[in-house]
């Protein structure tokens, strides 16, 4: 048989044919009284076969029969007419013509790493090609197929694509799994595309890969923590299991780094078929005078220079660039621009500029809703030129088939966490060399096109080659908690979790099998001392014991898929019969903000959100929230959900997983035997949302600032008369903080001469420190709930504060102090 011929249906011969319409009827009959109501009967089988709903086995006499349709299936896909359009755009691909290789390799290897251009065909193809083999060698149903992808959308979207590439529905032989979203194939011989995090979440079972006989693990250049770690767990993995097989995806061409961690397993490259590119850079500038530029006036600027450090300067360069561009040829251009606000603010200019002017301008940012993502790979209507404003998000995991012209800043936004300060930063920083030569690659897909790079040949020297993996930019406590649940994991029985028996003592003693050796390992380990703060934040948690043992409560809060600080909230509130506002407040922890502020609307959106914040949510970012989702709740009932997100400026889309991820968080305790089910709380609102503080108090600490008035000067240093003015700011245990701008809180409504806590989510650095998610806390909640705490005895009883009443000084910790009422003083010490 050979694959690769054009449709020759006459080299079927007529019982072939009706054999296989036969089988392909009784296939849709099965697939049609599925759809009619037996689902639920499939469900059972599935459920009674394995555990892991992937892994369908069916009975053995059957086994025939379905291999004899998976090949005639295989072979109508590879010869009928009715696939043509398919066949079609499938054979154009650069992959096609390394399809013997990459199946050679992968037949003839535990691991292969495989490298080819974005675009050329591995996330879609690849997997096929395993498959389809099989299917041709009558091996077809042992294949089941596990793809990881980093990004959700990216799961649905490819699980779509060859779902109709094979002619099929979703869902079965093609499905994808994502938080809070599934379709799983339901075929013998499958591929399953779900997200990196969902594959980790299952390997804490023992029977996690059950049944999958490849992991294909795709997109490593991106370096994401949760790819880097899968590596770690996949490298351990492949001593264990002598079947499995795994292929290991990366864009980039330099994937020596791979191989070599794999101990110099094979690589097969995939030759991309791209048009040369001319790449112009500052210093080619009196050249590109001559050729390309007209003159052209510096367009003013505008805008809020708020969550980003915009950088006005390359505003207007990339404005003139664009707009000379635009003068000449066409062709689609594709801007790098380091974020969100730099799109915002360079659409508007550009419209403004060019309005009359029939340009199509799209952002193009991975926190757009998918819809609107689209919009950047729509053609441009005719007479119009379309300019893509994207982020690092167009240099590998989108391609936009019709740029002719890309423009490079060189600049990235990257969120860093310095584990001593205990601080994120967001900054806006140059990209590395190694994306640099990726983002010039994206103008040369359908003709000869051409890179311009906003910075000179020195500056791209001085870039690093690769950017700094995430591993060593983020915090580790919920990678190292998942780390201790995968290295002793849980069989379930009866829907609950039990700890299996792997727990050998040598497994048990830090050092040999420990978190930091484990993640010793990892292609570019992170920092020791970041791996230590995040076992003595797991350890002050209360989820590993001194030893590194994963305790009962480590073992719940590694299945809640939340920061442990938020799973350990949880299962507080659960205990304390305050659960609602807890899910909320850990559902939305989970994503990005939903509230969003538009840069031309900032003020009036400022002040819907703070309109939450009141009543029982007074001075509280969390609380506010929580008002907000009960509303929409209830909106959303009334069929008005997606007006109240309008109206109130949140995100529908974001509004809709929060509520999802409540209903898994819930299931998760109730699994867990942590609540109760159908127990609705009927707990008064305003105690409900006083223990809500505790709680986030108890789980957030010690992210606590205590209020604090400053004067700080206004206008120029050098200026003759000083003036001043009177700020609030607030006293952490490592210098002044501010309230981020989003807050609900603000300077105003804070009154002076008082001193507020507050605990807060997260301390970020852009212009200034701000700390964001906070709330104000009764102090009490901070003695009794914080850790570690010690009472100084040094008090002095007597002093008052305000006219009337006892009240005690109490010192926390050396560095917060205040004052709380008598008795309940003498109580504290008595603890
Ligand atoms: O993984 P890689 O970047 O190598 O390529 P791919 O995702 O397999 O995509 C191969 C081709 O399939 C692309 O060039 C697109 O033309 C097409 N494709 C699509 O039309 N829709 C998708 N959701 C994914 C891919
Ligand atoms: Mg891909």
């Known amino acids: 048989h050979q694959h690769n011929e054009l449709p020759a249906i006459v080299s079927l011969r007529n019982e072939e044919l009706s054999m296989m319409e036969d089988a392909l009827q009784r296939l849709h009959l099965d697939n049609a009284r599925l759809e009619t109501g037996e689902r639920q009967a499939s469900l059972d089988l599935q459920r009674r076969s394995s555990h892991n709903s992937n892994d369908i086995s069916i009975p053995k006499e059957q086994l025939g029969t379905e291999n004899a349709i998976m090949r005639l299936e295989a072979r109508k896909r590879s010869l009928s007419p009715e696939f043509a359009e398919q066949r079609r755009a499938r054979q154009s691909l650069p992959a096609w013509r390394e399809r013997q290789n990459v199946v050679d390799a992968v037949s003839n290897h535990r691991v292969v790493v495989l490298t080819g251009e ?33 990004r959700r959308i990216a799961a649905i979207s490819v699980a779509e694509r060859v779902a109709w590439e094979r002619g099929e529905a979703l869902g079965k032989s093609v499905g994808y799994a994502i938080r809070l979203e ?12 779900c997200t990196t995090g969902i594959l980790l979440h299952r390997l804490q079972r023992t029977d996690g890969l059950a049944g999958v006989s490849h992991v294909i693990i795709d997109e490593v250049h991106e370096r994401d923590v949760d790819t880097d770690f899968l590596l770690v767990v996949i490298r351990e993995l492949l001593n264990h299991s002598p079947s499995l097989r795994v292929v290991i995806m990366s864009a980039t061409l330099d994937a020596s780094v791979f191989t070599r961690y794999f101990g110099g397993c094979p690589l097969v490259n995939i030759p991309g078929r791209t048009y040369p590119v001319r790449v112009y850079n500052l210093d080619d500038l009196p050249e590109l005078m001559g050729r390309f530029f007209l003159p052209a006036s510096r367009p003013a600027h505008g805008g809020s220079l708020d969550e980003e450090d915009v950088d006005v300067d390359l505003i207007v360069s990339v404005i003139v660039w664009v707009s000379q561009i635009f003068a000449q040829g066409d062709g689609a251009i594709l801007c790098f621009l380091p974020g969100w606000d730099t799109i915002s603010i360079v659409r508007d200019r550009l419209l403004k500029v060019h309005a009359s002017r029939f340009m199509m301008v799209v ?64 900054r806006v920083q140059w990209t590395s060399q190694a994306s640099a030569r990726q983002r010039q690659g994206r103008a040369g897909r359908v003709q000869a096109g051409y890179c311009f790079q906003l910075y000179s040949e020195a500056t791209f020297l001085s870039m690093l080659n690769h950017q700094i993996p995430e591993m060593q930019r983020v915090p580790l406590e919920e990678i190292c908690l998942q780390i201790k649940a995968i290295l002793s994991p849980s069989t379930v029985v009866g829907g609950k979790a039990k700890t299996a028996e792997v727990d050998t003592p040598e497994e048990s003693k830090v050092g040999t099998n420990g978190i930091a050796t484990f993640l010793s390992k990892a292609i570019q380990p992170p920092t020791a001392f970041s791996v230590y703060a995040a076992i003595q934040v797991l350890q002050q948690l209360g989820a590993i014991d001194q030893f590194e043992n994963l305790t009962p409560l480590g073992r719940a809060l590694a299945r809640l898929t939340v920061h442990p600080r938020f799973g350990k909230m949880l299962v507080y509130g659960a205990l304390l019969g305050c659960l609602d506002p807890l899910l909320t407040i850990a559902a939305a922890a989970c994503f990005r903000d939903p509230f969003v502020s538009p840069l031309n609307r900032r003020e009036e959106a400022d002040h819907v959100r703070a309109s939450f914040g ?29 007006t109240f997100c309008e109206e109130n400026f949140l995100v529908f889309t974001t509004m809709r997983l929060i509520a999802g991820m409540r209903t898994q968080f819930e299931r998760t305790l109730r699994e867990a035997g942590l609540c109760e089910p159908h127990v609705q709380s009927t707990m008064n609102p305003v105690v409900s949302a006083h223990l809500a503080r505790s709680l986030l108090a108890a789980g957030l600490y010690p992210n606590i600032v205590r209020s604090e008035h400053f004067r ?61 998610g906070c709330t104000l806390l009764p102090p009490l909640a901070m003695v009794l709930l914080g850790w570690n705490i010690t009472v100084s005895k040094d008090i002095s009883t007597g002093t008052t504060p305000t006219p009337n009443g006892d009240w005690m000084l109490l010192r926390v910790e050396g560095w917060l102090s205040f004052f709380i009422d008598h008795r309940a003083g003498l109580l504290l010490l008595q603890l």
């Not at 501010?738 to 989510?761: A, D, G, I, R, W």
Request: charged fraction near 20%; glycine fraction near 8%.
């Open 118 to 150: 974005t675009g050329c065909g591995k996330t879609t193809q690849v997997p096929q090609y395993v498959l389809e083999e099989a299917e041709l060698q009558g091996s077809g149903a042992e294949v089941h197929i596990v793809v990881t992808q980093p």
């Open 363 to 426: 952002p193009l940012h991975s926190q757009l809703p998918a819809g609107e993502q689209r919009a950047a790979f729509s053609r441009a209507p005719s007479g119009m030129r379309k300019v893509v404003l994207a982020t690092n998000i167009a240099e590998t995991s989108v391609t936009i088939d019709d740029v002719v012209y890309v423009v490079d800043s060189g600049k990235i936004k990257e969120k860093q966490y310095d584990v001593s300060r205990n601080l994120t930063t967001m």
């Open 712 to 772: 700080e000067s206004k206008g120029m240093k050098n200026a003759t008369k000083h003036a001043y003015r009177w700020r609030l700011g607030f006293r952490g245990q490592s210098g002044r903080v501010f309230l981020h701008p989003t807050s609900v809180l603000s300077e105003k409504n804070l009154n002076p001469s008082s001193n507020y806590y507050l605990v807060f989510q997260e301390k970020v650095q852009t212009s200034q420190v701000f700390i964001r």
């Open 614 to 642: 009141t009543g029982v949510s007074y001075g509280s970012d969390q609380l506010a929230f929580v008002n907000a989702f009960q509303q929409w709740k209830s909106a959303e009932s009334n069929y008005r959900g997606h």
């Open 182 to 193: 599934s379709s799983l194939p339901r075929a013998r011989g499958s591929i399953l595309y």
